[in-house]
């Protein structure tokens, strides 16, 4: 099982960025995928999530409207576009996988986790 991110990168606040997460090993449209994010010196914060069976999704009120999650079933893919980036974005970004049709912003209830990638986000 292995899920990649990549998309993040340095930003001036305004900007945007795609991140994706690439998925491989389990079947795809039998669960959610949701992205966290973690800040320095603060705990994991579920941002969005997307069910792939069902066709939900799910943000944090903070991103709401700035960010939007989308899901390729056919590539194994999550993408989440986001849109008036803040420096508060500033964060390492994971997306994870839970055996389920429905989201969750709880992070013990996900089976798999990618390795993270950066954003930063400059005033």
């Known amino acids: 099982v292995q899920l990649v991110e990549s998309g993040g990168g340095f930003m001036q606040a305004g900007g945007s960025l795609r991140l994706s997460c690439a998925a491989s090993?389990?079947?795809?449209?039998?669960?959610?995928i949701g992205w966290f994010r973690q800040a320095p010196g603060k705990e994991y914060e579920g941002i969005s999530c997307?069910?792939?069976?069902?066709?939900?999704?799910n943000y944090l009120d903070s991103v709401q409207g700035r960010f939007t999650i989308s899901s390729d079933n056919a590539e194994n893919t999550v993408y989440l576009q986001m849109n008036n980036l803040k420096p508060e974005d500033t964060a390492v970004y994971y997306c994870?996988?839970?055996?389920?049709?429905?989201?969750?912003?709880?992070?013990?209830?996900?089976?798999?986790w990618g390795q993270g990638t950066q954003v930063t986000v400059s005033s």
């Open positions: 994870a996988a839970r055996f389920s049709d429905y989201c969750s912003a709880t992070v013990d209830e996900y089976d798999y």
């Open positions: 997307i069910s792939n069976s069902v066709g939900s999704t």
């Open positions: 090993g389990f079947t795809f449209d039998e669960y959610s």
